[in-house]
């Protein structure tokens, strides 16, 4: 591969305003290595060159002539198969919509577009976006960086492996319950949970609508910063003089300490390095936290059941058993039970703001396991049940309270840290990021 494979996609925008590298030739590079990849099918379920070549060279003419849109215009981007692309299959890693043809782009690839980014495809994901595991007999599992006998996590499965395989610089996924966190984390990558609301999901196929976000996966703080002001048409957040001098950061410790070895270990790395930045660190057990993950059964399955129950019980036998399973825990509850839990979420909700107003983010490992093994999660169905409940358990938090999030590598392989910040708080969040990240490195 070609060092542009694995350089940021800010760098690689810098390189198209200065002159050194033409948005043709960078596409033509990132096509070239996915078309060359062994994993190709595993990691994009269709790419799409005649619309990435046709951007590029509106990109290179934009380029000449000193117009370009912003700091990605001319970068490529690989979009997880939930955002409508006009003319494209988007299928969601299901097939209950193979064959489904939007007529329009998603407003997050259209803001994208005017921005000047070019679409290099769409990855694959777990079925419907309803597991962290990002296992997929139903299309494709594409492999972990580390090693192709372990899922990649879910459900941005396919977009995280776009980068940490060199075939794109940034992925755009979606978080509903830590689905662009936990693949970022297991692939070594950035990975940016958005507030509900803020980025616009019309167009997206949905999972849960009361939960569902979209955020980048990327190699650096300052592409997601990039990335979130592309996906909404707004202005980057300004990462300049980021420090954690000063910083109080809370150490969610019932989650820290309970999870598996290594990304306990890590974390505790993580931790003393902040420390030695110059962070403040209190470590507490915090009610509301408790109270708004025991409300869980209520949020997720009810509402992406009803959502999805027509469609799946006209064909269940085309779904991969376990999520149909998942789904179907959501029938039979009462629409009461549910209205009662969002009230009850959102009184969590105030009460955990109230408590950590004193902060500048809550932190934790980002997955409280390391990455399964796909034979054993499709050979031992316990074991399955466990690991897709757990991987997702530490970055739910943040979906459940209604918060931004954004996880790091920490240097040790699969590992993640995590920071949790008020809702709508997505710069002040990212420049605490722009630190932390330089604290680990």
Known sequence: MDDMNWRSGADLG???????????????????????????????????????????EAAATRARHGLRRGPL?????????????????????????????????????????????????????????????????ITATPPNRHDAALVPGGSSSGAAASVAFGLAPIGIGSDTGGSVRNPAAWNDLVGLKTTLGRVPVR????????????????????????????????????????????????????????????????????????????????????????????????????????????????????????????????????????????????????????ETAGYDAVILPTAAILPPDRQRLLDDETYYVTENLLALRNTRVGNVLGLCGLTLPTGVPMCGVMALAPPMQEERLLRLGAAMDAALT
């Open 14 to 56: 810098r390189a198209v305003a200065a002159g050194e590298i033409d948005p043709r030739d960078l596409t033509e590079t990132f096509l070239s290595a996915i078309g060359a990849s062994p994993i190709r099918d595993e990691v994009y379920a269709r790419v799409t060159a005649d619309r990435a070549r046709a951007e590029a």
């Open 73 to 137: 215009d001319g970068v490529p981007i690989s979009w997880k198969d939930l955002f409508d692309s006009a003319g494209v299959a988007t299928e969601a890693g299901s097939a209950l919509l193979k064959g489904r043809v939007p007529q329009d782009d998603a407003t997050v690839l259209a803001n994208a577009t005017a921005g000047g980014a070019i679409c290099l495809g769409k990855t694959h994901m777990s079925e419907l976006a309803f597991s962290g595991l990002g296992l997929n007999p």
């Open 203 to 354: 167009g997206c196929v949905p999972l849960v609508e009361t939960m569902d976000t979209i955020g980048p996966l990327c190699r650096t703080v300052e592409d997601a910063a990039l990335a979130l002001a592309l996906l909404e048409g707004g202005r980057p957040a300004d990462l300049a003089g980021a420090t954690l001098r000063g910083a109080r950061l809370l150490v969610l410790a019932d989650y820290a300490e309970s999870s598996r070895d290594a990304p306990r270990a890590a974390f505790a790395h993580a931790v003393e390095r902040f420390e030695e930045a110059g962070a403040t660190i209190t470590r507490a057990e915090l009610a509301p936290v408790k109270a708004a993950m025991d409300l869980t059964p209520m949020l997720f399955s009810p509402e992406a059941y009803a959502i999805w129950r027509d469609t799946i019980e006209a064909d269940p036998h085309l779904m991969f058993d376990r999520i149909l399973e998942r789904f179907r825990t959501g029938r039979g509850v009462e629409a009461a039970d549910v209205l009662a839990a969002h009230r009850a979420r959102q009184a969590a909700q105030d009460a955990y703001l109230a």
